[in-house]
């Protein structure tokens, strides 16, 4: 039988299940990776589960999103990370080495393999062949200690690209740019987008990286390249030839979908505040004044992005109104770009060049001013994410946020009269790895894990009770963030591994109320949250379940779920149901207390609930869809609980 590239990854990794749509599989994992930000939660669970060493073939605990430092809480943090790595049994690469899914992909990332990471934009892995999956932290722990993968079979698109870019002007941001354009962020849910065509061949993988990485912006599971020469020029470059195998679809393989893309087409683009599908023309926001410039991040910080914007930037100054700043995204390319000169020129030109973390992308420093307009290389654009609530901003490619740090605002470079030099991969990149710690087989008795003060055991949710009966607490609209749940920025982000004390800011964004309410309705039945199409997109940060299950939330009840999140919800044990007319939405208001009688045998049936407005005085029903494991998962408080329960 003719198999497309995921089928042939997830039967060459298949435990249980069988390969068709919506159908429940189990899979094995080479690969689990986590970052500061989501692993404290991560490995503290792990813990908690109670088994001595991780029992995949490789895990790695990066340090790359908590780096302020502007107390203990992060530094304490590291040591947290670096110790539990010593005695579980991972890699650890250290502060500074750069961020997770730039390192990985240098190191690690192997055509053919199945990798998981506690990061939204794990798919940065698929540039290289990898299958590399998002996921919350317990569900990355339960797998480190050795359990099967479960997720639902999801459909798979081919994005057929043919024709070649117009390079150096046009890069492969503009690419992901385009297709979020066409599909919007709810265009990959449920779907796995696997990339062919002869235009692949002309793209290297780092450009590739660059559009499985912002695939996570269109709610896909994931986003695959096939494996083929420059795959392998670029394992050969990184001194890894060993990893690679070649990997491509047969002929005659099936598709459930297939989206045609001709390379010579696209043109540059930008996301206008505040969404990543908001996308327009470059050419369309000529003239438009920005005050801030970023370049750097998860999706674009390669060499190559990085060489090409030192050489624009080259003998230039950055506009007075402008501050230009620069995070290269990993000890590597930084050292690259200081061994060839690169980063002489960006100093010279005034660029504010940062260490090689996430920063400005999720509000660590660099926050635009009030009001102002700032264009980055990022993949998200969320409003206040930046850590300026009324600032706009913009995301496009390295080569457009060159441009407009040195003019000072949006400019048509097709029709302008820049230079950009074309740079191409490296035949080498220059390989060390004493910013990575490996684990060693015998220290696990020896190693002691360090938790500082604002280190907090993991709270677990009490099994489901028999009946619902809790208020509502909040009511939102469509495409509602995992940001706009639980905000992250420098002053949020060191309680990740506080629950209590990180609760307090549950929908501060948007709702200052929000906590207030919680917390009283908590001891009267708890509360519910009623949202839209797409609940819970971006992030994969489990603290958006985590926190609102700390504070009593009991159900969310919404149009639709994004993935990551709806399995964090179920791990926690809030239950996700969908309205099945959402026009009842309309009638449903804040402090409406609901009641689901019997909900304990309606998800065990998989039938539908009937909810009771008891305040509005009418009914509805819910359908709460979920698989034998997430009913189980949903009726003993959660995964923790269960994964204890069946260990024991
Ligand atoms: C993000 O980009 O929002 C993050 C921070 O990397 C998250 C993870 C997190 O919330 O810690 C992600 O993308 O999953
Ligand atoms: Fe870090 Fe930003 Fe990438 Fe998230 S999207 S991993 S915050 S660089």
């Known amino acids: 039988m003719s198999l497309n590239i995921v089928e042939k ?32 939660m991560a490995w503290l669970q792990f813990e908690a589960i109670g088994i001595d060493k991780v029992k995949v073939p490789v895990a790695v605990s990066y340090v790359d999103h908590n780096m302020v430092q502007s107390n203990f809480m992060n530094p304490d943090d590291h040591a947290f990370l670096q110790s539990a790595a010593g005695r579980f049994g991972a890699y650890f690469s250290r502060p500074g080495n750069g ?20 990061d939204s934009h794990t798919p940065t892995n698929g540039g290289a062949g990898m299958l590399a999956i998002g996921v919350g932290g317990l569900d990355a722990a339960v797998v480190m200690g050795g359990a099967p993968f479960e997720l639902n079979m999801p459909m798979v698109t081919h994005i057929r690209l043919s024709g070649q870019l117009r390079k150096p002007y046009v ?18 849910v449920g779907r796995i987008f696997e990339y062919g065509g002869d235009g692949a061949a002309s793209l290297d993988v780092t450009q590739r990286a660059t559009i499985t990485n912002m695939g996570a912006e269109l709610g896909a599971t994931t986003s695959i390249f096939p494996s083929d020469e420059r795959t392998l020029e670029f394992l050969k470059a990184q001194g890894r030839q060993d990893s690679w195998i070649e990997l491509k679809a047969d002929e005659g393989a099936k598709y459930d979908e297939v989206i045609d893309l001709d390379l010579s087409t696209v043109e540059p683009m930008a996301a206008q505040p505040h969404s990543p599908d908001n996308v ?24 190559q992005s990085m060489r090409a914007v030192a050489a624009l930037l080259n003998g230039k100054t950055v506009a007075e109104r402008v501050n230009l700043l620069i995070n290269p995204g990993s000890r590597q390319v930084y050292e690259m770009i200081a061994r060839d000169g690169s980063l002489v020129s960006l100093l010279a030109a005034g660029a504010r060049v940062l260490e090689s973390s996430c920063g400005p992308c999720i509000g660590m420093g660099g926050a635009p001013g009030s009001g102002q307009v700032s264009v980055r290389t990022f993949n998200r654009n969320f409003k206040g994410r930046s850590g300026t609530k009324d600032a706009s901003v913009y995301l496009a490619s390295p080569i457009t946020c060159a441009i407009a740090a040195v003019t000072g605002e949006f400019t048509d470079i097709l029709k302008s009269d820049v230079n950009i030099p074309a740079v191409d991969e490296p035949k080498v990149y220059p390989v060390c790895s004493n910013m990575i710690i490996p684990p060693s087989a015998d220290n696990v008795q020896i190693t002691q894990i360090i938790k500082g003060p604002n280190i907090k055991e993991v709270p677990v949710k009490s099994p489901l009770d028999g009946e619902i009966n809790a208020e509502v607490l909040i009511k939102l609209g469509d495409n509602i963030t995992t940001d706009d749940i639980m905000p992250a920025g420098s002053k949020v982000l060191p309680f990740r591994s506080n629950i209590p004390a990180i609760s307090e800011f549950v929908f501060s964004n948007i709702d200052t109320g929000f906590v207030k309410r919680a917390e009283e309705a908590k001891s009267k ?34 149009v639709s779920f994004a993935r990551i999140h709806r399995s964090n919800l179920i791990n926690f044990g809030i239950l996700p ?72």
């Open 280 to 303: 327009i023309p470059v050419r369309e926001l000529a003239g438009t004044k920005v005050d801030q410039v970023c370049i750097g991040g998860c999706t674009n910080s390669s060499y």
């Open 525 to 558: 039945g708890g509360g519910i949250i009623i949202g839209g199409e797409n609940y819970g997109q971006g992030s994969s940060r489990e603290h958006a379940a985590l926190a609102p299950m700390f504070l009593g939330v009991q159900a969310v009840i919404a």
């Open 9 to 40: 990854i997830f039967q060459s990794h298949l435990v249980y299940g069988e390969m068709s749509t919506g159908v429940p599989i189990g899979l094995n994992v080479d690969e689990v990776y986590t970052q500061d930000a989501t692993g404290t």
């Open 577 to 648: 149901l969908t309205f099945e007319d959402s026009g009842v939405v309309g009638k449903i208001t804040v402090g409406d207390r609901l009641i689901i009688k019997g909900i304990r045998e309606s998800v065990l049936s998989g039938q539908s609930c009937t909810v009771e407005n008891a305040t509005a005085g009418f009914q509805f029903t819910c359908a709460s869809n979920l698989n034998s494991r997430e009913r189980e998962l949903i009726l003993i408080g959660g995964l923790l609980p269960y994964t204890k329960a069946k260990s024991s």
């Open 171 to 188: 890069t492969a941001m503009d690419i992901i740019l385009e297709i979020l354009r066409r599909l919007t962020v709810k265009g990959g």
């Open 99 to 118: 961020i997770c899914h730039q390192v990985n992909l240098e190191r690690f990332a192997a055509p053919g393999k199945i990798a998981l990471g506690t």
